[in-house]
């Protein structure tokens, strides 16, 4: 981190939709430079947080800042600073590739030509196809489309409300390798996602749930280490939701989730080692076969879970 004033400043956001609130007092800042993620799923508050940030709507309480500027006062000022990827694609399904591109340059009073060299790495993978009407596109190439006319104006701070939704697995890991290409030119990024695995990815993340942090932001290693509980994953044949109760009925199980093919076991006692041995016989003891229960390292997935369940008391404190 450094001592520069903060790309992106949030304290204490509240936001709410007639009953439904929201945002409940999130706060968070963004350091210069930062490839920085809200992870959450669903619902968390991740559009609403962003729509602040851009200016689209106004916070109920609370402040933010964009590039040192504020989001009431200098609303006009933030949109010609930040780059602003929707979380339903922009584009006009009707014009092609080049005309929304040109579009997009010409809201800001500049052209494609004077801007080719900051959307060239990522533009210049779509540019074949200049003349194809958007909404013929595949979904990877509409999210570079959008990502080339969120960098048309050459944004201070990008903004990318869930790029990555509903795009195929391949896409995904191109969009995000082409995020660290523009972290490597030096750009600011605030991106979220409901992928959890995602997390790796970002230089530091925010676990947004119902509208509130379930901690502190830190880095995605700092954030998976936190976890302290011995874990262990363990698979057997048979029915999953049958093998997801047997486990919650086991002496010293705080708790039991399924993680793709497994199901990770939260122990309360005794070491992962010594937990998956006695995951292993009583498992076996009841008739389940092909069983295997292992220590497994946690991950960010594991925390967001295991902070759902038992929040974290310092998460209300005003990390910004
Ligand atoms: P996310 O982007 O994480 O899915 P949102 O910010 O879209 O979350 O939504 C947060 C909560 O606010 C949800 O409960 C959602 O139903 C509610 N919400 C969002 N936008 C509106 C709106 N325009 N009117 C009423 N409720 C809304």
Not at 56 to 69: H, K, N, T, W
Not at 113 to 119: G, K, N, Q, R
Request: a negative charge; aromatic letters at 6%.
């Amino acid at each position: 981190m450094t001592d520069a004033p903060a790309s992106v400043q949030v304290n204490g956001l509240v936001k709410r939709y007639d009953e439904a609130v929201a945002l409940d007092g999130v706060s968070l800042a963004v350091e210069p430079g930062e490839l920085f993620g809200v992870i959450g799923p669903d619902g968390a508050g991740k559009s609403t947080l962003f729509r602040i940030l851009v200016t689209v709507i106004l916070p109920d309480a609370g402040a933010a800042s964009v590039d040192g500027l504020d989001v009431v006062d200098d609303y006009l000022e933030i949109r010609r600073r930040v780059g602003y990827m929707p979380g339903r694609f922009s584009l006009y399904p009707d014009l092609t590739v080049r005309e929304n591109l040109e579009f997009f340059a010409s809201v800001f009073g500049t052209s494609v030509e004077a801007e080719y060299d900051v959307i060239a790495p990522i533009y210049s993978q779509i540019e074949p196809f200049d003349d194809r009407r958007a909404g013929a596109l595949s979904g990877g190439m509409k999210q570079k489309l959008a990502l080339s006319c969120a960098l048309v104006h050459r944004p201070r701070v990008l903004i990318l409300d869930e790029p990555t939704t509903g795009v195929d697995a391949v896409s995904r890991a191109e969009f995000w390798d082409m995020l660290g290409e523009l972290k490597r030119g030096g750009l600011t990024t605030l991106v979220s996602t409901p992928y959890m695995d995602e997390a790796a990815r970002c230089d530091r993340i925010a676990l947004l749930q119902t509208g509130r942090l379930l901690r502190a932001p830190d880095t995605p290693e700092a954030v998976a280490r936190s976890f302290r509980a011995p874990l262990v994953r363990v698979r057997a044949t048979g029915e999953r939701a049958a093998l997801l109760g047997t486990l919650r009925a086991l002496d010293g199980v705080a708790r039991a989730e399924v993680f793709g093919e497994w199901v990770h076991v939260t122990g309360a006692g005794e070491d992962a080692g010594a937990l998956a041995l006695r995951m292993q016989r009583a498992l076996e003891g009841q008739g389940w076969s092909e069983v295997v229960a292992e220590p497994v390292a946690p991950s960010v997935e594991d925390v967001f879970m295991a902070l759902m369940s038992d929040p974290d008391p310092t998460a209300e404190v005003n990390h910004g």
